[in-house]
Each structure stands twice: as structure tokens, then as C-alpha cells.
């Protein structure tokens, strides 16, 4: 039997006559600003938008919406910041700038356009939860051709400092590269987000939904110009997306009162082999991260207890900082266990566009762990592809 939402797009396909979708990628050529002519007005009103997903990615794409004229945005979402579920990445996340994306790639023009903004963050707006931090990036001969980190691409990419390798070079580790990066406390950040989307009228609700057209019919009126799936993990499935290419991603995590020296991150080392692992400070007194490796096509919602006596002893190992008076683990004041799944797709971050009937339906999701680090640049694609065709019905482009 169908569900209601999967009886209601079947009925609303055979009144329409419509039996396919037209699917463009946006990329940094084809979403570019739109200028409007000389002598133009202002852009009519009442264009309603509704963003699904109230992570880092959809409660951006909200953000920018709402800073553009004649838009009403909805963030309709299942999980809000301040909730705490296995389903609801952001507020788990490490959050912060590093060399995930290949060079000349979609994704490594969003870093670059995201970074500016939080640089301004960090710099003007500490009320956000954001920082700079110095990092260091360690690996072992056997990872330097298939881990993504081109640490010195990306400071130049990012216009950060780069210093060479340093000089006292941990055993079993071939290359070191340090450099500055941002650090974002992700409870403080998403709730600086929400704050900023009040302020400019954005509405949020509680939904969950079965199928992606009952995003369209939960609204009392028939004015909706685009929906933005944000939905993440969710995109897997979601009706009328169904995207079985998205695959949960875990990481676990301890988190301490300890401070870090600064942010290191390693492709593996004497205590934990293959395991990569990571400390960092968060901002605003969000503690230090001792984060392990990640594990491709688990949801498992349960702290491995052994996993995070290894996460610890490589921790001590990466920043002896951290071990106060040689006590070791006994000597990590523990917060927290946290466990973090993100949405991870192979085939490449969906940043891409179709019609929904008389409605333009905008996918932003499968970011993994790069969801902050991708979260303006990929949320400008969207939201200029919106602008740009405020005046183009959906229903003319099948």
C-alpha cells in the first residue's frame, strides 16, 4: 500500500501529464549572480522558499536566502540545533578547515568562498564560535598518494599561512605540513545561524517528511517557488529523491576539558596502525575534540568503549601536552563520548537542480565531513540559481 506522500505525488503526476524531471548540476560556472538590466525594479515579492534541513548546510542556504528581497523562507526540518540525535550531524561535527577537496574541483571553490566568511567571523564576529588555529598535518609514506590532503595547495587555496615540514618528525611519519586554519564550535555556530535567520524573518517548523511533494502540499497556499533539500543523510530516503548513493559515515569521538597545543591530525600511527585520528580545541570553551577514524556504511549509534581507549592513547601520543603529570588517560578530564555520522556520497556532493511540477527543487547535500568547510560556497550555488530564475516558471523548462 502507499503512503500518503507517495499516493498524493502519484496523483498529482497524472493530473499534470508529467512523467520526468529535467536535472541540471550547478557548478561555479553555470550559478554566477544574476545582474539584473539597467532601469530594472526591485524583484516582485512573495517568492516562498522552503529549505529542508536545519543542519549547517540548510540553515546557510536559509541565511543567504533571506539576506536577498522578495523571498520568504521556511526552514522546515525533523531535528532543530539544540537537539542531540545520531540522525543530526552538525552539532557532533570536528568543524573545521582542512584539505578534503581536490584542487580545481566544485568543491575545493567552495572552501575558498566559505573561507572568506568565516575568516570575517573569526575576525569580527567571535559571538559565532569561530577561530583561528594553528594545525599540523601528519602523514606516512603509504598515504601520501591516496589521502586528499595537499596541505600546501590548500593554504595557498585559502590564503593561509604555510610553513615547510618541520624539523622533528614523529617516527613512522614521512611528510609534516603545518599552516593556520579556522576552528568552529558547532553549538555556538548553528545557534549564531538560527539567531540570524530570525532576524530577517526566516520561519521555522518542526516537519518530517515521507516524500519530497508533501514538502509542497504542507503549505496552505500553492506559492511554493523552490524547495532546497539540506536533508543529508535523510536524501537516502526521502521520497522522490531516494538517493541510495548516500552512505552513512561514522566517527567517534571523546571529547575533554584538556587543551590541545594546537590542531594535528595524523594518517596513522605506532598505537593505532591505519587509524587516523585528530585533536583539536573548540572555540568558546567547547573543549578539545580527540576524534577517530572514519568508518564507511556505519550506524552504529553506541560509544565502542575500546575505540576510545585507543582514540585517547593516540592522542597522548599526537600531543604530549595532553598528558598532565604522566598520568596518562587518568589524566584526561572526560566530558563527553560523542558519536558523529555524516553523509558521505561517492559519487560526488549533489549540488544540483531539477522541477518539481511548477516548482524549482534544489538538492545541497552529501557534503561528509566537509559540511562546514563547504557550507557558503555550496549554499551560494544554490541560492543564486534561485535568483537567477525568480522569473522562470519550472513548469517551462520539463
Known amino acids: 500500500m502507499l503512503s500518503r506522500g507517495r499516493r498524493i505525488y502519484k496523483v498529482q503526476k497524472e493530473l499534470l501529464g508529467y512523467n520526468h524531471r529535467k536535472s541540471v548540476v550547478l557548478s561555479a560556472e553555470n550559478v554566477s549572480p544574476r545582474t539584473p538590466p539597467d532601469g530594472a525594479g526591485p524583484a516582485s515579492p512573495n517568492k516562498h522558499v522552503v529549505v529542508v534541513g536545519a543542519g549547517v548546510i540548510g540553515l546557510t542556504t536559509a ?8 523571498y520568504s523562507v521556511i526552514v522546515m526540518a525533523k531535528h532543530m540545533p539544540g537537539d542531540i540525535d545520531i540522525e543530526y550531524a552538525s552539532p557532533m561535527a570536528g568543524a573545521c578547515f582542512m584539505p578534503f577537496s581536490a584542487p580545481g574541483t566544485d568543491n575545493a571553490s567552495w572552501d575558498g568562498s566559505s573561507w572568506y566568511q568565516f575568516k570575517n567571523l573569526a575576525l569580527n564576529h567571535p559571538e559565532a564560535g569561530v577561530s583561528f588555529q594553528e594545525a599540523e598535518v601528519r602523514l606516512r609514506e603509504e598515504d601520501l598518494n591516496h589521502l586528499p ?15 615547510p615540514p618541520c624539523t622533528k618528525i614523529p ?19 548553528l545557534a549564531w545561524l538560527v539567531a540570524r535567520c530570525i532576524e530577517r524573518g526566516v520561519v521555522f517548523q518542526r516537519k518530517k517528511f515521507e516524500h519530497i511533494i508533501e514538502v509542497k502540499l504542507s503549505l496552505p497556499h500553492d506559492s511554493v517557488f523552490a524547495i532546497v533539500n539540506c536533508t543529508g543523510l535523510g536524501a537516502a530516503s526521502l521520497g522522490g529523491v531516494d538517493d541510495l548513493n548516500v552512505i552513512p559515515t561514522l566517527q567517534q569521538f571523546v571529547v575533554v576539558s584538556n587543551e590541545a597545543s594546537k590542531l594535528i591530525f595524523t594518517s596513522g600511527s605506532s598505537k593505532t596502525g591505519d587509524e587516523m585520528c585528530s585533536v583539536m580545541n573548540r572555540p ?10 572514519w568508518h564507511l556504511s556505519h550506524w552504529y549509534p ?29 589524566g584526561l578530564n572526560i566530558m563527553s563520548h560523542e558519536i558523529g555520522i555524516t553523509a558521505s556520497r561517492p559519487l560526488g556532493t549533489r549540488v544540483q537542480m531539477e522541477t518539481l511540477f511548477d516548482t524549482w527543487l534544489i538538492h545541497n547535500y552529501g557534503h561528509g565531513a566537509a559540511g562546514f568547510q563547504n557550507s557558503f560556497g555550496a549554499a551560494s550555488a544554490c541560492v543564486n540559481f534561485i535568483n537567477n530564475n525568480r522569473d522562470i516558471d519550472p513548469l517551462t523548462q520539463v
Open 63 to 70: 541565511l543567504l536566502l533571506s539576506e536577498l528581497p522578495g
Open 149 to 163: 590532503h595537499k596541505c600546501a595547495e590548500y593554504s595557498l587555496l585559502m590564503s593561509s599561512s604555510y610553513a
Open 302 to 330: 553506541q560509544v565502542d568503549p575500546n575505540a576510545a581507549i585507543r582514540i585517547m592513547e593516540q592522542a597522548l601520543e599526537l600531543d604530549p601536552s595532553l598528558n598532565v603529570d604522566g598520568k596518562g588517560i587518568g
Open 284 to 293: 568558546a570553551g567547547g573543549g578539545t575534540i580527540l576524534a577517530g577514524p
Open 171 to 189: 617516527p613512522g611519519i614521512v611528510q609534516t605540513t603545518t599552516f593556520k586554519t579556522l576552528v568552529i564550535n558547532p553549538s555556538v555556530y
